[in-house]
């Protein structure tokens, strides 16, 4: 009899531990206001902040889901923010263009008091469509790049949330 009650206290354990893990790791991909080192913006509901990575970059956060068919080993949409120390953003947006495999849009304009470049642009990585949609920022220091990569079949279904990443996008 003891066994039964202490074998029904621990899976009773478990479950509420399984409950509690699965409503923090959905939690995850909930709307957050990011704020890092020189800068600041709102992450989408559906992606996830990778913390700890050794990429290099001051942010990355992927979104939940996978593309499909040659692209089902990327995700449907990453956002990635970068620091070109030294660089203008002329500098960064000339590499940037220079990728493009399609039609590239490009509009400059001063926001703070800091030059602003916003380029949206088609390329072509391991054989997928992607549409990239960029956000530079100058300061005395660096650029700051914010750019999300979207899947081009995918890109309609992300567009509102991309558009709020960018206007929410601030260098300190």
Do not use: C
């Not at 956060?61 to 593309?67: E, T």
């Not at 380029?119 to 790049?145: H, K, M, P, Q, W």
């Amino acid at each position: 009899m003891e066994i039964l009650i202490v074998g029904s206290i621990i899976v009773a354990l478990m479950v509420w531990a399984s409950t509690r893990i699965k409503r923090d790791a959905a939690a995850a991909y909930n709307e957050e206001a990011i704020e890092a080192d020189g800068f600041r913006l709102t992450k989408p509901e559906g992606f996830i902040h990778l913390l700890n990575d050794d990429s290099g970059l001051a942010f990355r956060a992927n979104s939940k889901d996978f593309g499909l068919g040659d692209a089902a080993e990327k995700y449907q949409a990453t956002i990635t923010v970068e620091r070109h120390a030294g660089k203008e953003p002329d500098a960064v947006a000339a590499a940037i263009k220079e990728s493009a495999s399609g039609a590239v849009n490009e509009e400059k304009f001063v926001e703070q008091d800091r030059k602003n470049i916003r380029i949206d642009v088609s390329v072509v990585e391991d054989g997928v469509n992607i549409r990239r949609y960029v956000r530079l920022v100058g300061t005395d220091a660096a650029t700051f790049e914010l750019r999300a990569d979207v899947l081009d079949d995918m890109a309609e279904g992300y567009s509102e949330k991309i558009e709020n990443l960018i206007a929410s996008f601030e260098v300190k």
